[in-house]
């Protein structure tokens, strides 16, 4: 049997074991939620990380590697890890190495010929492929929340009236600024 | 190649299986992006608050007064003494965990700080130390736990995390209410000078100039003029405002956001061309003032006695004027002060009457004691009577969705009328599943006080059950438009669609209604109160 082949039959299995692993990405109380709570409105980030990891690998099994589809996958996933704090970028972005072991881990002995190996090569560079998507994903939802941060309604709307001389307010300090960062 | 890291080590860092420890074992841990900036000593100084200093949550050491962990006991102490549903909600709690995972912050964050009844242990575990005796004997087994600089920091971060929206309670079967407690803990860290500026500063602001941007009278009226011209070239009629005017049957009170940011602004131009209107067909006679100028009421974020401040000026300036009742605007939290707190605090308000729509001869029976009506209901009242010609076709462009913000939802009980507002003034209305909307309704993630810049993440990730089911109805039904009756909703939607929506654009309701309202006299309009060319009428 081809790698692709032996892939596609465990496929429910990898996808088991990889959307728990990104589950626990989270700590143990909120790692219940997610996968308890079946309600799509009620739990949207286990909904759409289900989602999300189901079509990917879809994606990843399939003869061609769509890398559009591949990327809008992935959006609504990162985009969810992107702007939850707890995570490092790549915690956040890296969840799709997991993939890596998951896969060496459940063929196990099946990966015992040449031919299996070198597909198996083949195709964890689909995988970075993907996880490198995934970073550049990661890095435009960073830079749209940075952006949003930049053009803070108060500052714009403070600006304009200040040069208008219409605001009379509680005195700041010289600059203006917080001492925060 | 040896110099490589091996890629487990590089894993280590990506493969993050939190621990498993109990949540009072876990450290907090302050990540940018989850709060806001501390309030800035000249706000705090100008309402006279106590223990004023420069300080950074960042920091290690928050310049706390020596004396701290006594003013707090104190605090506390004499709030039990004066708030019976604290001491019940310190009391009762059986930890069933019916509320847990009711919180948008907690669904968003992915924190379990976040889960409702957590937030409310961060006091109870002091609580049960300070003022029980099991507590005191056993510690930690009794859920007990002393007040350090560690679990202030704790209280400081996850009271600031919480948007005060009460969904939490409606799950609850003892009706605990976290946002109760919040606003009671936030009440004791403005005793050691420890508010967030995204608050202070507006408070301070609305106390002396009488909105929260400090915009003096004359430049509230010369936005509301600029907003005369503009509406006068879409529609041809001048809608001219009546300011502070003595004798006037109805005082307008809104939020100030809807005076100087889009698109509330549009809103306002919506309650000034249909103020002309109700004037014109039958006499209506209602005045804006420059000193009420500011529906809001931040003091609410704050404590009981600056809420109570900025509640009155709203009183006394109907009382100046010598109107008959009050007419709200699209505002959040001031219906909350309005319906829960204002009797008690300022009111009852003997001096005005039981408020009657003069034109419908409605009797607003909910607001007997308060005289204090929603724009919504008057608005409802004036379309169930007939009394509004509307042109709904005029807003066959958008698809509408409506979010219930959660002061006049839970905080009120009012879920009908906007609706039924909408379904009179657009052909296309689709509610959010049932789940989010109403009493369940999810909150913006930015309601509170927490709508500043530098909190992007908690207010994205709070917003994120929302923004979910607005994107929802958008991919079944097409919606592109949020409709909502609150400025906080308007002023932080924006930015919570452009991240998980981009496609919905955000207004309030009487934007809606004025789009669709036929002024008596008015030319062929061409656009609607944004200036993009009506449907029919693109070029
Ligand atoms: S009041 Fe709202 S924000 Fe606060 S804990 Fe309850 S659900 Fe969360
Ligand atoms: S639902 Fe009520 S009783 Fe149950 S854990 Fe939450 S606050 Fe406590």
Redesign the pocket.
Known sequence: MSLEKLLEKRKSEILKKWYNQVVDTYPPETALFLREQKDAFSNPVGKATRDSLHALLGELLKPEMDSEAVRSHLDPVVRIRAVQAMFTPSQAAGFVYFLKDIIREVLGRDLDNADRLNRLLAFERRIDDMSMSAFNIYMKCREAVFQMKANQEKNKIYKAFLRAGLVEEIPRDETGNHKDA | MSDLPKSEEILKDVEHAPPKKGWMNIPVDIRKGMYCYAANPKSLNALGFPNVHEWNPKDEDWNLPENWQEILHKGFKERLDRFRSVKVFMDICVRCGA?AD?????IGTGDPK?M?VL?AELLRSVYRNDFTLAGKLLGKIAGARKMDEDVLKEWWYYLFQ????????VFCPYGI???EI?IFGRELLNLLGLNIDWIATPVANCYRTGNHLGIQPHAFKDMLDFFVEDIEDITGINVEPQFNKKGADILFITPSGDVFADPGTYTCMGYMMLFKYLKDKYGLDVTWSTYASEGGNFGFFTSHETMKRLNSKMYAEAKRLGVKWILGGECGHMWRVINQYMDTMNGPADFLEEPVNPITGTRFENAKSTKMVHISEFTADLIKHGKLDLDPSRNDDLKVTFHDSCNPARGMGMFDEPRYVIRSVCNQFYDMPRNTIRENTF?CGSGSGLNAGEDMELRMTGGLPRANAVKFVHEKHGVNMLACVCAIDRAAFPDLMSYWVPEVDVTGLTELVANALILPGEKQRETNLRGEPLPGMEE
């Open positions: 509320c009711k919180c948008h912050y907690f976040n409702p937030r919480c948007s005060e929206c009460r969904r939490c309670s209410d976290t946002a919040t909150c």
